[in-house]
């Protein structure tokens, strides 16, 4: 009786009439599927746990671990304190937060504008502009055409130059355009009959109806920016004060960029030395924590507009 209910179950899971990702999962299916997350996880976590330990190391601790460091002793504040006091990273934390708010906004406000314009079918020329965006997604001028128009322009050694030539992305104005098109027109005429304007509209009714999407494409933007430093080095090389996080964190890991009271040990007076790649893993860490922070106040809105404009596009 055992085997024969063994084998009626088998055969209801090997149902034919039915495709295979419906069929119950086995157990060693299951089993593969945790180790394999398991894996990815270990990958992603264990990393990141060693930058953030190395970051609190001591000089001895990293001799003694020879390089990076997975087991924590000896902590100390020593590399945060160097940064945070003053000097070229805390003045670059605040260039990039500055650069990050600023241009986010004003992508942020120019990419709405833009969308919405294309998704009202009567407004004047959007098919032809909708076709230019498209084109300029595969076919692009060049760096060094970009480079003379920033720098006949005035932009060289500027502020906007970081936010204003990398403002626009097309693929975030043609995943807004595909959201606001498909807006419940029923809202927008029922708007129209109160008397409300295109501003309004816009404001009262689309936006509201598109805070899943905005949230996406505003993360997109502000991490752009943040983690952007290719246009330091083509406008901005030589004033130090003027440099974001990322360039000064491209400057010391790459090209050994030394601080002000680095000696050939470390960092300090000499009593409280700080290490080095302490001193490395530290910018790295304050790096990637304002992404971390915020990412997970906008991860129902990520998936929920990931999955949204995916269906709508």
């Avoid at 209910?5 to 069929?23: G, L």
């Avoid at 760096?143 to 970081?162: E, K, N, T």
């Avoid at 505003?218 to 983690?227: I, P, S």
């Amino acid at each position: 009786m055992t085997i024969l209910t063994a084998a009626a179950t088998a055969a209801r899971r090997r149902n034919p009439a039915r495709p295979a990702w419906e069929e119950p999962p086995s157990v060693a299916g299951q089993a593969s599927k945790s180790a394999v997350l398991v894996v990815i996880l270990l990958a992603i976590l264990v990393p990141l746990w060693s930058v953030v330990i190395t970051s609190l190391s001591t000089q001895a601790a990293i001799n003694e671990a020879g390089g990076m460091v997975l087991v924590p002793h000896d902590l100390t504040l020593n590399a945060y304190d160097t940064i945070l006091h003053g000097g070229p990273v805390a003045r670059a934390l605040l260039v990039s937060l500055g650069i990050t708010v600023v241009g986010t906004l004003f992508s942020m406000v120019i990419s709405v504008l833009c969308a919405y314009g294309l998704s009202r079918r009567g407004s004047l020329g959007h098919r032809t502009i909708l076709m230019l965006l498209i084109v300029t997604m595969f076919v692009s001028a060049g760096l060094i055409p970009s480079y003379l128009v920033v720098v006949g322009l005035g932009g060289y050694d500027q502020y906007w130059a970081l936010i204003v030539p990398s403002a626009v992305s097309v693929f975030n104005i043609i995943v807004l355009r595909a959201f606001y098109s498909g807006t419940a027109t029923e809202l927008i005429d029922a708007a129209r009959m109160d008397g409300a304007g295109e501003w309004r509209i816009l404001w009262s009714v689309v936006l509201p109806t598109s805070r899943a999407v905005t949230a996406v494409v505003t993360l997109f933007y502000a991490v752009a920016y943040w983690n952007s430093f290719f246009n330091v080095m083509l406008y901005m090389p030589l004033d130090s004060r003027k440099w974001p996080l990322q360039y000064v964190l491209y400057q010391y890991v790459s090209l050994g960029f030394n601080m002000p009271g680095q000696t050939n040990s470390g960092f300090g007076d000499g009593k409280s030395l700080t290490a080095p790649l302490s001193l490395q893993m530290a910018v790295i860490v304050l790096t990637l924590l304002p992404v971390v922070v915020a990412f997970p106040f906008l991860q129902k809105h990520l998936a929920k507009g990931m999955l949204t404009g995916a269906i709508k596009g």
